[in-house]
């Protein structure tokens, strides 16, 4: 995934040199493409995306403000339902009228539950983040996002209560959260546009009997420039 994100910057890079000042507001909203690139795995637990939905706001200027919240169902033999907030302000350490590249800071708030018949288990984290997150225009309609971000301080929790035998159980611990975007945005207007997005997740429990997760997807939306 590294190789990619970095083989994308390098190009992007590449392309993006014309000298046109950048500021933007947008509001965008995305659902989930169904098939193989929409998925969660935890343990033994492996589903594809059913319905999950993105809102995000983003403010760029000299500083970056990113707010986004993602929800929706995974479904196989069992439902998941998710949730997943993610914040990040990020100040602007690279300026080049089509290139922008901040180091950001912020928040994540994830959860997420599957019931079956035997058992009710859940997944919940929190904490800290930094990253990197880079914005170039190819061309005046077409903007591309690459960002990373990497723990400070995440703490997660895995609770399971087994509906036979009555009994619950929770193994609290330190976690190591890696998370990946990118975002290719049309403008067809002066406001509006269609994004593609892809988002990967990557949720590490540093206690063994702990059950780690990964989501990756892709999804397809509107995207509303003020």
């Known amino acids: ?25 947008t509001f965008a909203y995305d659902k989930t493409v169904r098939g193989r690139d929409a998925t969660y795995q935890s343990g033994n637990f492996y589903s594809k995306a059913r319905d999950v939905e993105t809102l995000n706001f983003s403010y760029i200027k000299r500083i970056k403000i990113d707010l986004e919240y993602q929800s929706g169902k995974y479904q196989n033999d ?3 339902e998710m949730k997943l907030s993610n914040i990040q302000v990020g100040l602007r350490v690279i300026n080049h009228p089509k ?18 018949f035997e058992e009710l288990s859940a997944h ?6 930094i990253g990197i997150d880079y914005v170039g225009l ?6 591309i996002e690459l960002n990373y971000q990497k723990s400070l301080n995440v703490s997660s929790r895995y609770s399971c209560f ?3 035998e009555r009994i619950s159980s929770m193994i609290k611990s330190p976690a190591e959260l890696d998370i990946y975007k990118i975002k290719l945005r049309y403008l067809l207007t002066d406001n509006l546009g269609l994004t593609i997005n ?6 590490n429990l540093k206690d063994p ?13 509107f995207v509303y420039r003020f």
Do not use: N, P
Not at 138 to 143: F, R
Not at 209 to 221: E, H, M, P, T
């Open 1 to 25: 995934m590294k190789k990619v994100v970095g083989a994308l910057l390098f190009l992007v890079i590449s392309l993006t040199y014309s000298k046109v000042t950048y500021g933007a507001t």
């Open 78 to 80: 069992y439902w998941l």
């Open 99 to 116: 290139q922008l590249l901040y180091i950001t800071v912020g928040g994540m708030e994830y959860a997420e539950r599957v019931e079956t």
């Open 124 to 129: 919940e984290a929190d904490g800290g983040l």
């Open 138 to 143: 190819i061309t005046d309609k077409l903007q």
């Open 162 to 164: 087994d509906w036979i």
């Open 198 to 203: 892809f988002r990967w997740l990557d949720l």
């Open 209 to 221: 009997l702990g059950s780690d997760v990964a989501i990756s997807d892709c999804s397809l939306g």
